[in-house]
């Protein structure tokens, strides 16, 4: 079974308003998350890495000011896109090492998100 | 020049054929090697996980990783159907459990 999960699935929105995605890690703690966006027919690209308790990390290029990381609990980092426009309408993706010495991290099954 | 470049797709063989493919990478720094499948609007899956150079062997997929030219590669014996997906190279500096650099990812479909 999936062992990170996202919520919503998919998410259809207006111009404007703003969208809340959440990103949970199950059966495991997760100090650290990372979120990824990827446009159709293309890879994925890094946004942020997501710290537990401390403030996100945000690639060259991503504005933090639009998008929101909160990495609330060992278990759950969200992502609120704000005042979403057409151009954001993209695939959200977050993924989660699971520590311990592991290397495997997992990833979340996505979001859809269109903003119209 | 991109960090990670991936063979262009699509790619379309009959079943049972053996496929090839392949990442160049031009950061030296990288020395975990990945390859994820994803099917459509679902989130990656790893598949094989290389630390620095050589082979390394899952049943039907072979991982290959050749620092000294900055090329990876997965082959797939026995193609299925089922492996019909994309297929993502990914990198990393610092670890398999670090952020990631991905390749642009390969559609494979597997004709039966």
């Known amino acids: 079974g999936a062992v990170v999960s996202q919520h919503p699935s998919w998410v259809i929105c207006k111009s404007g308003t703003s969208v809340k995605i959440e990103c949970r890690s199950l059966?495991?703690?997760?100090?650290?998350m990372f979120w990824y966006r990827q446009f159709p027919k293309q890879s994925l690209m890094l946004m942020a890495t997501s710290n537990e308790g401390s403030k996100a990390t945000y690639e060259q290029g991503v504005e933090k000011d639009k998008f929101l990381i909160n990495h609330a609990s060992l278990t759950l980092s969200t992502l609120t896109v704000t005042s979403a426009h057409p151009e954001d309408s993209s695939f959200y993706i977050c993924s989660a090492p699971m520590g311990g010495g592991s290397d495997t991290q997992y990833f979340g099954p996505g979001t859809r998100l269109t903003v119209l | 020049q991109k960090e990670v470049e991936q063979d262009p797709g699509p790619l379309s063989v009959p079943e049972g054929a053996i496929v090839s493919l392949n990442c160049t990478y031009s950061?030296?720094?990288?020395?975990?090697f990945m390859w994820y499948r994803q099917y459509s609007r679902k989130g990656p899956e790893l598949l094989m996980y290389t630390y620095s150079s050589g082979n390394k062997e899952d049943g039907r997929f072979t991982a290959q990783v050749d620092k000294s030219s900055k090329y990876i590669s997965l082959f797939i014996r026995d193609s299925q159907p089922s492996d019909s997906a994309t297929y993502l190279c990914?990198?990393?500096?610092?670890?398999?459990?670090?952020?990631?650099?991905f390749g642009k990812g390969i559609t494979l479909s597997v004709r039966p």
């Open positions: 990914a990198m990393s500096a610092s670890g398999a459990n670090s952020k990631l650099t």
């Open positions: 059966d495991f703690q997760a100090t650290t």
């Open positions: 950061n030296s720094a990288f020395q975990y």
